[in-house]
């Protein structure tokens, strides 16, 4: 994006925070927006527009698109080879040679722990720091009474690029599991067989409970970004958490801290693929998310709210 691009964005979204708020006393400008959940909408769609339209946003975008039809090309040619059969494959790849739908909970198995992390951690850590960096962020700090708005709509497009990044692996594993696996009814890994229908839902399910595990994750991002006027350095920081605490989490010495760890209760969207469905892991999983965005949301508000746009 050039400067004059930024530039324009940011005094663009500069309008819809209320930069340039008036001093007390003063009249409202012409066309300012005010703190209502108008503005707050075209500030979000102003953060959208931001986060969606750059190169590398739409480059992650592919990478996540592709992870899933190298995947079941892989495990294709490894089928029709007359040494595969799978007999040690995990479940979900077994499952998928029977049936293409069982794609889609692979590719969500493999994305989870790496490739979908680091795609959120790089926007969410880019979201404050970004701007800073590119000179955009004094537009939007004009107006204090605007930065907890300007934060939020960072936030809730950080939570709509997670549905946008698994929803491309989902969509895609679903179109490669189509067109080289046969579809049908499904059997479930705690082997009931459900229709093909039942199946699909599930598998929204499923995306949507992985979307919404990142959610802590976007809010530490955005914390760290609220740290450094560098959007490189947030980026590689937040990344290198995932990565951290991934290792720690693999440690069973650590078990006394390791339910705490963000990460923990990722991969236990495997129990909606059961019969009946167990919502234990999961719900324990969205409840700390959300003890993540509570204590990160807020250390982000407080570091954001209080920064020195002078420097």
């Known amino acids: 994006m050039s400067r004059a691009e930024v530039t324009d964005a940011g005094a663009a979204r500069a309008e819809a925070t209320g930069a340039g708020a008036a001093r007390p006393g003063a009249r409202p400008v012409a066309g300012r927006r005010p703190q209502t959940a108008s503005g707050f909408l ?43 059969g799978g007999g040690g494959a995990p479940s979900f790849i077994a499952q998928t040679t029977q ?49 907890t708005r300007l934060l939020a709509a960072k936030f809730t497009a950080g939570l709509v690029f997670c549905m ?21 009814e499904v059997t479930l890994i705690s082997g009931d ?11 929204v399910l499923v995306a949507g ?13 955005l914390f760290v970004s609220t740290l450094t006027g560098s959007g490189i350095a947030a980026m590689a920081a937040t990344v290198g958490l995932v990565i951290t605490v991934q290792i720690l989490d693999a440690f069973p010495q650590l078990d006394p801290i390791r339910p705490f ?4 209760y990722w991969m236990n969207f495997s129990d909606l693929l059961r019969e009946p469905m167990y919502w234990d892991g999961v719900w324990k999983d969205l409840g700390l998310q959300a003890a993540y965005v509570a204590v990160f949301g807020s250390a982000a508000w407080a570091r954001f709210s209080s920064r020195d746009i002078s420097a």
């Open 42 to 84: 075209a500030l979000f769609r102003n953060e959208l527009h931001l986060t969606f339209r750059r190169m590398r946003t739409k480059v992650l975008l592919g990478i996540l698109a592709a992870l899933p039809i190298l995947i079941g090309v892989v495990v294709k040619l490894n089928t029709d080879s007359p040494h595969g």
């Open 99 to 147: 049936n293409g739908l069982f794609l889609v909970f692979t590719a969500l198995a493999v994305a989870l722990p790496v490739f979908l992390p680091m795609t959120v951690g790089v926007v969410a850590g880019d979201s404050v720091a970004g701007e800073a960096a590119t000179g955009t962020l004094r537009y939007l700090l004009v107006a204090p009474a605007g930065r």
């Open 164 to 184: 946008a990044a698994t929803a491309a692996v989902a969509l895609a594993a679903l179109a490669t599991g189509a067109a080289l696996f046969p579809l049908g």
């Open 193 to 203: 067989t459900i229709g093909f229908a039942d199946a699909l839902l599930r598998a």
């Open 209 to 221: 409970v992985v979307a919404a595990s990142l959610a802590g994750l976007v809010a530490i991002g």
């Open 261 to 264: 760890l963000f990460t923990h």
